[in-house]
């Protein structure tokens, strides 16, 4: 099968299960076809199955912004003629879906009929979508899809109650790759960072408000009054000049240490004895699972999709959003005590394992199935 997938190519996690995805069904044998403005952060290795197309744009003194959706539905167009596309991916609902929709409608002129699928991420639906500027189109490109799965089941309910869309929706959750996201002995990596024995925590973000980065830096001090700890960083954004004066603030700066954006987090998870995610909002958490897989226990909040990744009181805690009380007392209650920490280490990387690549990936695969089968019918 011959596949265009666009996406986002940051850190984000739109973009990053986008990419995953592409390179477990490369693996397996499609053709898979990159499309989007840059090359994917996680787009790390060379296969004779995986193929990049720059999304190229010119700046107009006529535009104040640069028109990349209609250089991105030219791209579209283009792959899908000269290397016989058999469907469209989407990730992320703004732009892409109404893009994918512009690039269907040309492609009919050439007598191609290339179904698109759509997934919806997270904040293209309970956020930018539901702006009013938005919602108009994304509730009529998700219509105009002739597939729609979202990362959770929250997701979809929230797209049903949000938008006027008659889609059905099929859930198919994200996935971590259990060869890559392990434990790995980096024992020498931990030694540089706790020359005391000190626990450590980590926080993985965009460093966006909807992470609420001072809920970490609260209950990190809180943990660290109990459990002599440091806490590691990984990101950055908006927020994190705010969690510098923060901890500086509070006096505990020495304990903290930012990493910035980093590619190669499972071996920062490796060393990681807690992992902190209290999201005010959150379709799915994909850095809890990728933790949970390098048999990290996590803290996190009852948001969105979050409560259907963590198993409270065995992969982790759960917490009503802003509780940092109550994060940091169960923080607790599984570092103080190895055996609890370990028994809270084996259930994370059990539950994992049940969202597994080798799991999900023939979900999609089969999804692809179905829609390439209804489209041809109807044609």
């Known amino acids: 099968m011959n596949i265009g997938i666009v996406c986002y190519p940051t850190y984000g996690g739109s973009g990053v299960v986008a990419t995953e995805l592409g390179k477990a069904l490369a693996a397996k044998g499609h053709q898979i076809h990159f499309i989007t403005y840059d090359r994917p952060i996680r ?13 190229r744009t010119k700046d107009y003194p006529l535009f104040n912004f640069v028109p990349y959706e209609s250089a991105l539905a030219s ?58 500027s938005y919602e108009p189109v994304v509730s009529f490109s998700i219509d105009q899809s002739d597939g729609v799965t979202a990362v959770s089941e929250y997701l979809k309910q929230a797209t049903l109650e949000n938008f006027a869309v008659r889609s ?40 966006r408000k909807v992470k609420r980065i001072g809920d970490v830096m609260k209950t990190f001090a809180k943990v660290r009054q109990e459990i002599p700890s440091k806490l ?12 510098e004066e923060l901890c500086r603030e509070q006096g505990f700066c020495d304990d903290v240490v930012f990493l910035g954006n980093q ?29 949970m897989a390098c ?15 963590v198993v409270d009181g065995e992969s982790g805690f759960v917490a009503d959003v802003g509780d940092t009380d109550k994060m940091a007392s169960d923080a607790v209650k599984i570092l103080k005590d190895p055996v609890v920490w370990k028994k809270f280490s084996e259930s994370a990387f059990k539950h994992a394992q049940t ?23 109807v044609s």
């Not at 787009?43 to 999304?55: A, C, K, P, R, T």
């Not at 590691?232 to 969690?243: C, F, I, K, S, W």
């Not at 969202?355 to 019918?377: A, C, M």
């Open 43 to 55: 787009l790390d290795l060379f296969s004779g199955n995986i193929f990049y197309h720059e999304v």
């Open 75 to 132: 791209t579209m167009v283009d792959v899908a003629r000269y290397h016989n596309l058999d469907l469209f991916h989407v990730h992320y609902a703004i732009p892409h879906a109404s893009v994918a929709f512009l690039a269907k409608q040309i492609l009919k002129d050439y007598d191609l009929h290339i179904p698109v699928v759509t997934t919806l991420h997270g904040t293209d639906i309970t956020l930018v979508g539901k702006n009013p």
């Open 168 to 207: 059905d929706i099929r859930v198919i959750p994200n996935f971590v790759d259990l060869e890559r996201f392990k434990r790995h002995d980096k024992e020498h990596f931990r030694k540089m960072l706790t020359s005391n024995g000190e626990k450590i925590l980590i926080h993985t973000s965009n460093f």
């Open 232 to 243: 590691l960083m990984v990101g950055d954004g908006p927020e994190r000049n705010m969690a």
């Open 263 to 291: 590619n190669k987090v499972e071996e920062i998870y490796s060393i990681g004895d807690l992992f902190l995610l209290p999201s005010e909002s959150e379709s799915f958490g994909l850095a809890v699972l990728e933790a």
């Open 295 to 309: 048999e990290v226990p996590v803290i996190t909040t009852n948001a969105g999709g979050l409560p259907e990744v």
């Open 355 to 377: 969202y597994s690549i080798e799991r999900i990936v023939p979900k999609y695969e089969q999804y692809y199935e179905e829609v390439l089968g209804t489209v041809s019918t």
